[in-house]
């Protein structure tokens, strides 16, 4: 076992000419939350589509719990513990909000039967069936959304797709969860419930969790560390409170 969760060596990588991320070093330790902040463009969602393997990085390393990551396939990399949301909220808008959750659970183990028993939906099948519809409503009773089970996800308001997706992203079992702007485009009750549920998890799932944020309030109140990023290099980091302080920092936000 790694003293860091996650731990990136210099990584990067460029589209054409452009460096949208260089140089990058970030070391998460166990059950922290961590944040990624930076302008628009910083980089930071392309970091994150390095760490779960939609792009293979141009320069650098990535090691999960010890573990080197980088360049392995989105499948892979899930399974060997990396779970996360997106920007703009994925989720299968036309299946009921149980089965968004129960598509996580898929590929776990404990949940799988032979080919031969789906397609002929024998006993295997309906068992492993039940068991992932437990699993899944037990996770929709810890986000409140149980109630809400068999409707489409798409008639859910918006916060609570949110937290639907954060569900099934935990479904897989994760070592690490990547929060993408998770707070964006909530209203202030929606973003502290958010605030609270990203504690609950931390301390609940024992999960670790990097977490890509425009809004300062929210980062100062969840996070004991920060990267801040600026066109794809960092600008500083550590403490919350001291890397925020950095002139660096205010100027790249207030500009200039
Ligand atoms: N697939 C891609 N091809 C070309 N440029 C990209 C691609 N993905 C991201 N970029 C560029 O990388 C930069 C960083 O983008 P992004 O990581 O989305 O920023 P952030 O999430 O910090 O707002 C931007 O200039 C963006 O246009
Ligand atoms: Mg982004």
């Given at each position: ?89 994925r989720l299968f808008n036309n299946m009921s ?115 890509i944020e425009h809004d300062m309030k929210f980062?100062?109140?969840?996070c004991d560390e920060i990267t801040v990023l ?27």
């Amino acid at each position: 076992m790694s003293e860091f969760i996650l731990e990136t060596q210099n990584l990067g990588i460029s589209f054409g000419g452009l460096k949208a991320a260089q140089d990058v070093n970030i070391r998460i330790k166990r059950n922290q939350i961590y944040g990624l902040i930076g302008p628009n463009g910083a980089g930071k969602t392309t970091i994150f589509n390095m760490l779960t393997g939609v792009y293979k990085p141009t320069t650098g390393k990535i090691f999960l719990d010890g573990e080197r990551i980088d360049g392995f396939a989105q499948d892979k990399i899930n399974h060997m513990g990396i779970a996360r949301t997106f920007q703009n909220i994925r989720l299968f808008n036309n299946m009921s909000v149980v089965r968004n959750v129960m598509v996580g659970l898929h590929n776990l183990p404990e949940y799988k039967c032979t080919v031969w028993e789906s397609f002929f939906r024998l006993p295997g099948h309906f068992r492993a069936e039940k068991k992932m519809r437990e699993r899944a409503k037990e996770l929709l009773r810890i986000f409140g959304l149980e109630e809400e089970r068999n409707n489409l996800a798409c008639n859910l308001p918006y916060g609570k797709q949110r937290k639907l997706e954060i569900a099934r992203a935990l479904a897989t079992n994760p070592k690490l969860l990547l929060l993408d702007e998770p707070a964006a485009g909530m209203n202030p009750h929606e973003t502290e419930d958010l605030v609270k549920t990203i504690h609950f998890i931390r301390d609940n799932f024992d999960m670790t969790i990097l977490l890509i944020e425009h809004d300062m309030k929210f980062v100062a109140s969840l996070c004991d560390e920060i990267t801040v990023l600026n066109f794809g290099t960092v600008l500083a980091e550590g403490d919350t409170k001291t890397a925020l302080r950095d002139p660096e920092v205010i100027r790249a936000y207030i500009g200039g």
